[in-house]
């Protein structure tokens, strides 16, 4: 995962901006693994590879945005809309 995002911010300079990278930051300070930009300009996601135990750290840190959880399923996609609940 650090190797394909390494190589997929030296193809331009628009692939990350300050506030992606400084999001990555913060995460790998509080023991994310490696983080990584998905999605089509403009929007999208940052997903972090975090182990269980640093999980909670992570996610205090970056508490200002909106963690959708996931988990790996051995057929294909099964959630297509994420729409978080307001209260």
């Not at 650090?2 to 911010?9: D, N």
């Not at 300079?13 to 403009?42: F, P, Y």
């Not at 909670?56 to 963690?67: F, G, M, N």
């Amino acid at each position: 995962m650090l190797h394909a995002w390494q190589t997929k911010r030296s193809l331009s300079d628009q692939v990350t901006n300050s506030s992606i990278n400084e999001l990555n930051d913060i995460a790998i300070k509080v023991r994310a693994t490696i983080g990584k930009v998905l999605g089509a300009g403009g929007s999208g996601f940052v997903l972090f590879f975090v182990k269980p135990k640093n999980q909670s750290k992570v996610k205090t840190a970056l508490s200002s945005l909106t963690h959708v959880p996931f988990k790996f399923e051995n057929f294909s996609s099964k959630v297509m809309l994420y729409q978080p609940i307001s209260f």
